[in-house]
């Protein structure tokens, strides 16, 4: 599976992004898919999951309340809505499908896309 994100960019705190994911070269539906990021200097960390079906869906404590995960099957397509965006989510954000066992672990998921740079200024 080849995974592309996009849609990260520079906004001003308080602001909204939509990341998108887009899946090919495999079976989209088969997967849990799920969003990490990685500040600099920091180590990557979790921030939101959604099962193959949807549901149930999994945040992260810093993203809880202001980030939405969703997919859409039919269009191989996952996103990441971004509301009241702050310094501290600068970071690069990169999508993951796979297993999703182990929800918020990177070695749950097998195939990992290239990461799109997001940039919150205060």
């Known amino acids: 599976v080849q995974l592309q994100a996009s849609g990260g960019g520079s906004v001003q705190a308080g602001g909204y992004l939509r990341l998108s994911c887009a899946a090919s070269?495999?079976?989209?539906?088969?997967?849990?898919m799920a969003w990490f990021r990685q500040a600099p200097g920091k180590e990557r960390e979790f921030v939101a999951a959604?099962?193959?079906?949807?549901?149930?869906?999994y945040n992260a404590e810093s993203a809880r309340g202001r980030f939405t995960i969703a997919r859409d099957n039919s269009k191989n397509m996952a996103y990441l809505h971004m509301n009241n965006l702050k310094p501290e989510d600068t970071a690069v954000y990169y999508c993951?499908?796979?297993?999703?066992?182990?929800?918020?672990?990177?070695?749950?998921?097998?195939?990992w896309g290239q990461g799109t740079l997001v940039t919150v200024s205060s």
């Open positions: 959604i099962s193959w079906s949807g549901s149930p869906t």
């Open positions: 993951a499908v796979g297993s999703g066992e182990q929800v918020g672990y990177a070695r749950s998921y097998n195939y």
């Open positions: 070269g495999g079976t989209f539906i088969s997967y849990s």
